[in-house]
């Protein structure tokens, strides 16, 4: 069975591959632009799943932080008994 971060790699490194005239021009930037260009609803829906990700992994940023905080100030409080 293949990990989530292996299957990643694999489409990133076809995304390389085929990059944006089907023969690896500019990568997977290339193929980012010309899936735009051609499939504009599919690339909008791809880019609002990767935008909802990265406010969800900045949220959970923002709690380890406030966390963090937390216990700084509770064992502060505890040496200070």
Same mark, same amino acid.
């Given at each position: 069975m293949t990990s989530t971060p292996d299957l990643l790699e694999a489409i990133a490194m076809a995304a390389d591959?085929? +990059?944006a005239d089907g023969k690896g021009l500019d990568g997977r930037l290339g193929y980012m632009k010309a899936l735009a260009v051609k499939q504009p609803k599919l690339f909008?829906?791809?880019l609002s799943r990767a935008v909802a990700h990265e406010e969800i992994e900045a +949220?959970?940023?923002r709690q380890r932080a406030r966390d963090a905080v937390k216990n700084q100030i509770a064992m502060r409080e505890l040496l200070n008994r």
């Open positions: 591959a085929i +990059g909008a829906n791809l +949220g959970a940023e």
